[in-house]
């Protein structure tokens, strides 16, 4: 909401803006499989553009120590042959896979132990809310709208910068969080709490009384 007021230059509004976020349907993206039962495996999922930090993740791949995770790339964009060259020289398993359907994206993410946001630039992405539905922890730099969910080591990883040394180092500190799974957890509670039909509904109320009274 601040975030959002500050970008578009409203402060003077700011008494007569209400944010409402998206709503997700919590039984499609749901927790099928626990934390404790997948595979050391990282995606990136998004378009492969340089405002997405993707190029930043591809190096970042080079700096884990060995063999170290399985890699997914789901996506397409301008950068991905760049992005597919340096992954290949990595000592990671890379796997790309391009766009997927978004039907496809609940189990995607029952399958991941780690989703890597490195944006430069963002608002409040769909994927951020649609991995915390699933389960999965998240690990995010601090743009836009983000760090007004993500709290580190409470819902989610926030990384100082989107270098990919730091991508590496943070990605080591997630996979070896001995609370990783309450983690997940608590990200899974968070968006019950505010990114459900149901809080999305009473939010749209809230708003219409508001013009109803002329406020």
């Known amino acids: 909401h601040r975030y959002m007021i500050k970008y578009f230059g409203y402060e003077k509004l700011v008494s007569k803006i ?6 997700l349907d919590l039984n499609f993206f749901s927790v099928q499989t626990p934390i404790r039962n997948r595979v050391h495996k990282i995606a990136f999922i998004g378009r492969f553009s340089k405002e997405k930090g993707v190029i930043e993740f591809a190096k970042s791949l080079c700096c884990l120590p060995g063999k170290m995770v399985d890699v997914l790339l789901v996506g397409d964009g301008e950068l991905k042959e760049d992005v597919l060259e340096i992954c290949n020289s990595s000592k990671q398993s890379i796997r790309y896979i391009g766009w997927v359907k978004h039907e496809d994206i609940s189990s995607l993410l029952n399958g991941i132990k780690l989703v890597v946001i490195p944006s430069y630039k963002e608002g409040l992405p769909n994927l951020l809310i649609e991995a915390m539905a699933c389960g999965t922890p998240v690990l995010v730099a601090p743009a836009g709208a983000i760090p007004g969910v993500i709290k580190d080591e409470e819902t989610g990883f926030i990384m100082e ?6 991508i590496a180092k943070n990605v080591i500190r997630a996979f070896n969080h ?4 309450k983690i997940a957890q608590n990200a899974r509670a968070l968006v019950e709490m505010e990114f459900s039909y149901e809080k999305a509904v009473q939010r749209w109320k809230e708003v219409m009384n508001k013009v109803l009274r002329g406020h």
């Open 178 to 181: 001995p609370n990783i799974e």
């Open 161 to 166: 910068n989107n270098s990919p040394e730091c």
């Open 18 to 23: 209400d944010c409402i976020p998206l709503y």
